[in-house]
């Protein structure tokens, strides 16, 4: 759905909640693996950032937020603690290019808090790009997200001798929309990855029935938005 539908679903229901996804945008990994300059495995890869392109990406997509005014109606920004979903989200949803971006100025200029959430990371295990820095490391260097709902400081969850299993990506993401629809804010934009984002909507779709477009079940491209809404119950 289009930015332009997100006024549409407004008007439908008093009891519906919004939830906008975005994939990161273009990281350094996605380059690298796409060229086979690197392996998958490779430690170069660790916590990818953004490449040149990823960042040109989030502009893009900032502007056009931006236009449509959806800026004024998110109440929350949820996003994965991996560096390159939170750089898209610092980019994205605080307005300017710098990460390091202070307190003062999101509430000066009435913007959405961003709260970082371990749960809605992406598929785990064996490729280091997919595990996170230390928390610690990671709140110098973004101030502006909260970081208080991730318990460990290290990375505990990611396991170097496998692979996540889908059908875990998707418990997690069911995991988090029934926490999300307990969330008091009705419109949610989530900064996520391309699996989880698919395995979730692919679950909410084939296991809860809820009735999501068949375009929204395919692959996220870097940066892209998609808007649901969903019917609290």
Not at 50 to 69: N, T
Not at 118 to 145: K, W
């Amino acid at each position: 759905m289009d930015l332009c539908g997100a006024k549409t679903l407004r008007l439908s229901s008093p009891n519906l909640k919004i939830l906008h996804l975005v994939r990161h945008a273009q990281g350094i990994h996605n380059v690298e693996l796409e060229e086979h300059r690197e392996k998958p495995e490779s430690e170069k890869l660790f916590d990818a950032h953004l490449s040149p392109k990823g960042l040109q990406q989030v502009s893009e997509r900032r502007k056009k937020i931006h236009e449509s005014g959806l800026l004024n109606t998110i109440e929350l920004v949820i996003t994965s603690p991996l560096c390159r979903a939170m750089e898209t989200s610092i980019g994205i949803f605080r307005g300017q290019e710098d990460i390091n971006i202070s307190d003062d100025f999101s509430k000066a200029n009435n913007l959405p808090p961003i709260l970082a959430l371990e749960n809605i990371r992406e598929r785990m295990g064996l490729y280091p790009c997919d595990r996170r820095a230390s928390i610690s490391t990671r709140r110098t260097c973004f101030p502006d997200i909260d970081f208080t709902m991730i318990e460990s400081d290290e990375d505990a969850l990611w396991q170097d001798k496998e692979r996540e299993k889908l059908e875990d990506v998707a418990t997690r993401g069911l995991h988090f929309y029934t926490w999300s629809l307990e969330r008091p804010e009705k419109e949610i934009a989530i900064v996520s990855h391309g699996i989880f984002l698919q395995q979730t909507l692919r679950a909410l779709h084939e296991k809860l029935g809820i009735p999501i477009e068949d375009s929204h079940l395919t692959r996220f491209a870097n940066c892209e938005l998609r808007t649901i809404g969903i019917e609290k119950r």
